[in-house]
T-cell receptor, first 114, second 114 residues
Framework: GESVGLHLPTLSVQEGDNSIINCAYS??????FIWYKQESGKGPQFIID?????DKRQGQRVTVLLNKTVKHLSLQIAATQPGDSAVYFC?????????????FGTGTRLTVIP | EPEVTQTPSHQVTQMGQEVILRCVPI?????FYWYRQILGQKVEFLVS????????KSEIFDDQFSVERPDGSNFTLKIRSTKLEDSAMYFC????????????FGAGSRLTVL
């Protein structure tokens, strides 16, 4: 299978601070990446995606950065809120057009301290 | 917002028994997937299904597993003879068209094999 891994399994931040969650991938053919958020007892929920022809993409309070040179992906959450506490997964498509399936990383548990 | 609905939410079964997990996909979504997540581990791809046939499957999806759309709408995952290591959270996911990469996940079915 593909190797998609995360640098840190857990991350604790103070409410209001910015969070940065990192992800490394090994398949240089991957051209599509997604961040998912998984709250306790729920399925993964889409947060933001990015294609390999971009370096940065912004959403509402979230930014994804892609460094293809070192095969690294990060998710930045601005002004972290208690509701952001969850496990965050990066996923990549292994270079398959149309993302017939996704390869997930191990996940980082983000805990927001009030 | 359209949802993927999965039943049962939790099933406990004896080793060797057959289990069927059910998924009601989002209307007009054409691509179906099953993923599983062993407790504390990453989300793993099992199988993808399109046009009433399997389009791709992983090494995990061996002869004990099967999928079908018995009535043209529901999407099921069957495990013929469960093993202890089949205990996991099983997620159904949908994708709406070949050009769209985002998978929408259900809340999952937790399978516990005793």
């Amino acid at each position: 299978g593909e190797s998609v891994g995360l640098h840190l399994p857990t991350l604790s931040v103070q409410e209001g601070d910015n969070s940065i969650i990192n992800c490394a991938y090994s398949n240089s053919a991957s051209d599509y990446f997604i961040w998912y958020k998984q709250e306790s007892g729920k399925g993964p929920q889409f947060i933001i995606d990015i294609r390999s022809n971009m370096d940065k993409r912004q959403g509402q309070r979230v930014t994804v950065l892609l460094n293809k040179t070192v095969k690294h992906l990060s998710l930045q959450i601005a002004a972290t809120q208690p509701g952001d506490s969850a496990v965050y997964f990066c996923a990549e498509n292994g270079g398959q057009t149309g993302a017939n399936n996704l390869f997930f990383g191990t996940g980082t548990r983000l805990t927001v301290i009030p | 917002e359209p949802e993927v609905t999965q039943t049962p939410s939790h099933q406990v079964t004896q080793m060797g028994q057959e289990v069927i997990l059910r998924c009601v996909p989002i209307s007009n979504h054409l691509y179906f997937y099953w993923y599983r997540q062993i407790l504390g581990q990453k989300v793993e791809f099992l199988v993808s299904f399109y046009n009433n046939e399997i389009s791709e499957k992983s090494e995990i999806f061996d002869d004990q597993f099967s999928v079908e759309r018995p009535d043209g709408s529901n999407f099921t995952l069957k495990i013929r003879s469960t093993k202890l290591e089949d205990s996991a959270m099983y997620f159904c996911a949908n994708r709406d068209r070949s050009g769209a990469n985002v998978l929408t996940f259900g809340a999952g079915s937790r399978l516990t094999v005793l």
